[in-house]
């Protein structure tokens, strides 16, 4: 409805864009440090103010390389200060940080690259080897950059080194000011489904999902902060954004994110909480367990990308005493959507209904709508037990894709997902599947991630995944994929017996399968379509 008479509010109108956010980092926590275990070998030390200085610098020569307002800018990077900058100083100049996952093959990566015309191609050492297929196989990059110094650059005169690009040139830049929707960050979806897509964000849902994360996860000036989420894909969550936003510290682990070596980390520079997907944490909880304690200052993670598992909460919070909040959103979302927190009404609960309701995605962050349909589109009743398509709205969430004419909403301008999931009298949400992962026997829907949990708590089990396969009767039924811990194989009778109580007696899966290790995607999730390639053949028994 419109209305007339409005009277408009006499604030200033000024921009939400992202370069203020270092700005403000480098005048007010310009000490505090950003650190990173180098691909070079040693620990890099800077702080926000040095940050800031070379971020200056680098805008200086992404101008001199003749990178215009609206160009792409792409990166094949891990986590690191130099990636860092990018971020800042290709949006700062108004052009547009295309970041690329380097864990696609170099025919995804060519296709990604072409299909945005980037201009320049900022690459870590161990890519250089993609590079010549890059030559080759894409038109539109003028530039090849290796992000390194002169004393590591690969190649024979191939590319330019980062470090040589920055050291002629001055660290003031003066900053241009424009619409804050203005794109700054572009991240194409993993392409399961199809092939992968652009979502261009712009300043203004950068800095405000920044907002939101931070007031969602509660960082402060004293934290110091370990992204595990990479940098290549959604932006690391939001955290590069976020962290400067509220002054906290951030630590990049580069390439080691084994384990040992995120634990080695997190005790040398005092890391306080850490963001990751739940394969991250699977090699973190072992290491602790070897060692018997939790990295020194490690009070809390934030989990995402894949369901948390019941048995990962319960280790970080009961045995280590890690506080875990679980978070949910997706590449269209900037990413973030909800984040766990418990409210103080549920301090009565018991540990393990405490850990229960932890297992859920949790509450949505202010500035996300979240909506539960069912086939036709009607409104499903939060009840907590009513399952249908989840559907979002808010300002840091696509409204259609990068070079796509149509929109990407529903008629009535909501985000549809892909996931199934509830939400209950609280607000909780609860992922229930993806749309295409779904289990349907007898018509009604089993929860493979539902059913993976709960497996996932057997001793014997180290990763779990669950398919529909083709049922005569039931139409579809679940079969267990599992990978074991040790030598002890559980049948499918051991596993049932098990999971008797934990789940409805008729999701109880019909057969178990072993294999070395599950297929896992760029993204850090189970490729479960491999999965049903690998197992079309598989026929259950009688
Ligand atoms: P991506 O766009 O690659 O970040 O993937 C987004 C998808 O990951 C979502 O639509 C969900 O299916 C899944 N996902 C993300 N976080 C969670 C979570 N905490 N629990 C269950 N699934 C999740």
Not at 59 to 73: E, M
Not at 284 to 308: N, Y
Request: proline residues 6%.
């Amino acid at each position: 409805m419109a209305l007339s008479g409005l009277m408009p509010g006499l604030m200033m109108d000024r921009p939400l864009l992202v370069i203020p956010l270092m700005q403000y980092a480098a005048a007010y926590h310009g000490d505090t440090k950003v650190v990173t275990q180098s691909l070079e070998g040693p620990i890099h030390r800077t702080t926000y103010a040095e940050t800031y200085r070379r971020i200056g610098q680098l805008a200086h020569a992404l101008v001199r390389l003749g990178i215009k307002p609206g160009d792409r800018v792409a990166t094949l990077a891990l986590n690191s200060w130099r990636h860092l900058e990018l971020y800042y100083a290709v949006a700062g100049i108004g052009a547009i940080c295309h970041t690329v996952n380097p864990r696609l093959s170099p025919e995804q990566i060519c296709y990604i690259l072409n299909h945005a015309e980037d201009c320049a191609l900022f690459f870590d050492i161990p890519f250089a080897p993609v590079m010549a297929k890059v030559k080759s196989a894409t038109s539109s990059i003028r530039h090849l950059i290796a992000m390194t110094d002169a004393a590591h650059l690969p190649g024979d005169g191939d590319f330019l080194a980062y470090e040589d690009l920055l050291a002629r040139e001055p660290h003031d830049y003066d900053w241009p000011t424009f619409d804050e929707n203005t794109a700054g960050q572009l991240c194409y979806t993993s392409g399961t489904t199809g092939m992968p897509k652009g979502v261009l964000y712009s300043h203004r849902a950068l800095v405000l999902h920044g907002w939101g994360m931070m007031a969602a996860c509660g960082l402060n000036v004293a934290d110091t902060s370990l992204p595990v989420v990479p940098m290549f894909h959604v932006n690391a969550w939001g955290m590069p954004y976020g962290a400067p936003m509220v002054g906290a510290a951030q630590v990049y682990a580069g390439r080691a994110m084994d384990g040992p070596s995120l634990f080695a980390l997190m005790d040398s520079e005092d890391v306080t909480c850490a963001q990751g997907v739940p394969t991250i944490w699977m090699g973190l909880i072992a290491e602790m367990r070897a060692q018997g304690r939790k990295p020194k200052h490690l009070e809390r993670v934030l989990i995402g990308g894949a369901a948390a598992p019941v048995s990962m909460v319960e280790a970080f919070e009961l045995e280590f005493g890690v506080e875990v909040n679980q978070g949910w959103g997706m590449t269209e979302m900037t990413p973030l959507g909800v984040v766990n927190t418990l409210k103080p009404k549920h301090a009565s609960l018991s540990k393990a209904e405490k850990i229960a309701l932890k297992a859920k995605q949790g509450r949505a962050v202010f500035g996300v709508e979240l909506r539960i349909v069912d086939a036709s589109g009607q409104l499903l009743p939060r009840d907590g037990a009513s399952a249908g398509h989840l559907q979002v709205r808010g300002p840091w969430i696509a409204k259609s894709y990068y070079k796509e004419t149509t929109s990407a909403l529903t008629l009535d301008g909501w985000f549809d997902t892909g996931d199934i999931a509830t939400l209950d009298g609280d607000g909780y949400l609860h992922i229930t599947d993806r749309a295409k992962d779904i289990i349907k026997s007898g018509g009604e829907w089993i929860s493979s991630v539902d059913l993976e949990n709960a497996v996932l708590g057997h001793p014997d089990i180290a990763m779990a995944a669950v398919i529909g396969v083709p049922h005569e009767r039931w139409q579809e039924r679940p079969l267990l994929i599992c990978v074991a811990r040790g030598a002890a194989k559980p049948t499918v009778g051991d596993i049932n017996t098990w999971l008797g109580g934990k789940v409805p007696k008729w999701w109880l899966p019909d057969a178990v399968a072993y294999i070395e290790g599950l297929p896992i995607g760029p993204t850090g999730k189970i490729q479960k379509n491999r999965l049903r390639e690998q197992f079309k053949d598989f026929k259950l028994g009688a």
